[in-house]
């Protein structure tokens, strides 16, 4: 059973960094690409960044290019979102994803953490 737990989430200032983190288990972490994606209130869950499983390819966003860098480290099998220049728009629950590919995501989500940015 995939188990994801995404932690470091907070409450921050416009303009400041936040580093996320998503611990996985129940599957073979070096193997499986990852993703990160938020929801905020009212809103649809959308694509923030992935990497796949060797991190020599990433995508992101268009609303994060040169904000946020999606990172990881098989060893603790654990993926990374560095987040700087937060914007109050960037309010949401973050949530990490094992995915297929690149480019298709699962049902295997974590609880997700909150993030906060204040103008």
């Known amino acids: 059973q995939v188990q994801l737990v995404e932690s470091g989430g907070g409450l921050v200032q416009a303009g400041g960094s936040l580093r996320l983190s998503c611990a996985a288990s129940g599957l073979t972490f070096s193997s499986r690409a990852m993703g990160w994606y938020r929801q905020a209130p009212g809103k649809e869950r959308e694509f923030v960044a992935a990497?796949?499983?060797?991190?020599?390819?990433?995508r992101y966003a268009d609303f994060v290019k040169d904000r946020f860098t999606i990172s990881r480290d098989n060893a603790k099998n654990t993926v990374y979102l560095q987040m700087n220049s937060l914007k109050p728009e960037d309010t949401a629950i973050y949530y990490c994803?094992?995915?297929?590919?690149?480019?298709?995501?699962?049902?295997?989500w974590g609880q997700g953490t909150q993030v906060t940015v204040s103008s």
């Open positions: 994803n094992a995915q297929l590919t690149l480019n298709l995501r699962t049902n295997d």
């Open positions: 990497i796949n499983w060797d991190s020599r390819s990433t």
